[in-house]
């Protein structure tokens, strides 16, 4: 069984020994991901944050050969259970038909300004 690393370029992969994604077999595993715009910066609203979180992980589900269609697990961790109704949009929009197993944990991140982080298991059927 063939196992495949996916980097989205981030000096803190090597660094801190991760990838963005790892692909085993027919599964794909995607790391906890959070929102930052292009320029690396985080934007202030939680909704901008969770769309370019969902972003970045289409782009390592897609490199890895899944899609969104292939999701079967999805974790949220956010700062602040305020944020929940607000995220509801953008999550409803990507997995709305799809309907993952989700949770939704409330606790701290790594940085003060990141307020959310998305990890998602998928699985591609043969």
């Known amino acids: 069984m063939s196992r495949t690393l996916i980097s989205s370029g981030s000096p803190f992969e090597r660094q801190v020994g991760y990838s963005r994604a790892v692909v085993d077999g027919e599964w794909c595993f995607v790391a906890g991901t959070t929102g930052p715009d292009s320029d690396g910066?985080?934007?202030?609203?939680?909704?901008m944050q969770t769309r370019n979180a969902l972003g970045i992980i289409k782009a390592a589900l897609n490199e890895a050969g899944f899609g969104f269609e292939d999701v079967v697990r999805?974790?949220?961790?956010i700062t602040d259970a305020v944020y929940?109704?607000?995220?509801?949009?953008?999550?409803?929009?990507?997995f709305g038909d799809i309907r993952?197993?989700?949770?939704?944990?409330?606790?701290?991140?790594?940085?003060?300004?990141?307020?959310?982080?998305?990890?998602?298991?998928?699985?591609?059927?043969?």
């Not at 606790?107 to 998928?122: Q, S």
């Open 41 to 47: 910066f985080y934007p202030e609203n939680v909704v």
């Open 74 to 77: 999805a974790t949220y961790y």
């Open 84 to 94: 929940w109704q607000a995220i509801s949009e953008p999550l409803g929009e990507v």
């Open 100 to 126: 993952p197993a989700a949770t939704c944990i409330v606790c701290g991140l790594i940085r003060p300004d990141m307020k959310i982080e998305i990890e998602v298991t998928a699985r591609k059927r043969g």
